[in-house]
């Protein structure tokens, strides 16, 4: 015979999640604790008529519970986590802001010469990927290409370019009747 399920006292939030649920989950969550207590379901009918494994079932149930007795935090959203990132959206858009000022004025920016500013402003270093990620996120973007390496010399480039007339002459198509 199973073990009779615990957790009645917690009852009432989770009936208030169930009208509250904005989400699957949620939704999800509160039938976890619900079906079990008032219906008599076993793990693994619970765990079928929410649509998860009998795990992961017990996982949430469990987790639900020990939230609402004050013996864990309650878990936080996936965007306010964001990764796992330790510098919050509007703190990156600040210091985006004041890095790269010039480029309202149409100024040219190169992300690896202002990286030094970036993790100055940020008070940690970060990588060069990091960067591109962040500024990916914020909207920012590559206009044009890169034609030329900012310290190459433009007429060295154009005295080794070929300047000779084109080799290459269209020849007629071959006739059907011709067949090799």
């Known amino acids: ?41 076993s793990m693994q009918q619970t765990a079928a008529v929410i649509g ?14 020990a939230v609402h007795a004050g013996r864990r935090a309650a878990a936080r959203s996936k965007r ?24 309202a004025e149409g100024q040219v920016l190169v992300v690896p010469q202002l990286k030094p500013l970036i993790d100055q402003h940020l008070g940690k270093t970060l990588s060069l990927s990091s960067i591109y990620r962040m500024l990916a996120r914020h ?3 590559k206009l044009a290409p890169d034609t030329a390496h900012p310290q190459g010399d433009a007429q060295a480039r154009e005295d080794w370019k070929k300047n000779s007339a084109p080799r290459w002459i269209k020849s007629a198509p071959a006739s059907p009747t011709l067949r090799r």
Do not use: Y
């Open 52 to 65: 998860r494994s009998v795990g992961a079932t017990c996982s949430m149930r469990t987790r639900f519970l």
């Open 139 to 141: 909207g920012w973007r």
């Open 80 to 103: 306010e986590l964001r990764n796992h990132a330790s510098v919050p959206l509007q703190e990156e858009a600040r210091v985006l802001d004041k890095v790269f000022s010039g480029a």
């Open 1 to 41: 015979m199973a073990r009779p399920a615990s957790g009645a006292e917690h009852i009432d939030a989770a009936k208030a999640l169930l009208r509250t649920a904005k989400t699957a989950e949620e939704l999800r969550r509160a039938q976890a604790v619900l079906l079990p207590l008032t219906q008599g379901f």
